[in-house]
């Protein structure tokens, strides 16, 4: 009796949440290493070029305003 009410019953929220994601994550197309490897190195390339981007904006601004304040 215990048995046919376990295989009437829904499963576990968690269960098939587990079960879901490991069937999208089978779907997924991942990368070799050399094309992780590669993006990864962009990715910090651009990192590093917005990081001077930023930093140049804003060390432009803090001159901008010590000019207009007249420190």
Same mark, same amino acid.
């Given at each position: *009796?215990?048995?046919?009410?376990?295989? $009437?019953?829904?499963?576990?929220?968690?269960?098939? &949440?587990?079960?879901?994601?490991? $069937?999208?994550?089978?779907?997924?197309?991942?990368?070799?290493?050399?094309?992780?490897?590669?993006?990864? +190195?962009?990715?910090? &390339?651009? *990192?590093?070029? *917005?990081?001077?981007?930023?930093?140049?904006?804003?060390?432009?601004?803090?001159? +901008?305003?010590?000019? &207009?304040?007249?420190?």
């Amino acid at each position: *009796m215990a048995e046919k009410d376990r295989k $009437g019953r829904k499963p576990n929220y968690f269960q098939s &949440l587990y079960r879901e994601t490991l $069937g999208e994550l089978r779907k997924v197309s991942w990368p070799t290493w050399p094309e992780a490897r590669r993006l990864t +190195g962009l990715v910090l &390339l651009v *990192m590093v070029i *917005m990081g001077a981007i930023l930093g140049a904006i804003d060390f432009a601004a803090q001159q +901008g305003v010590r000019l &207009l304040l007249g420190i």
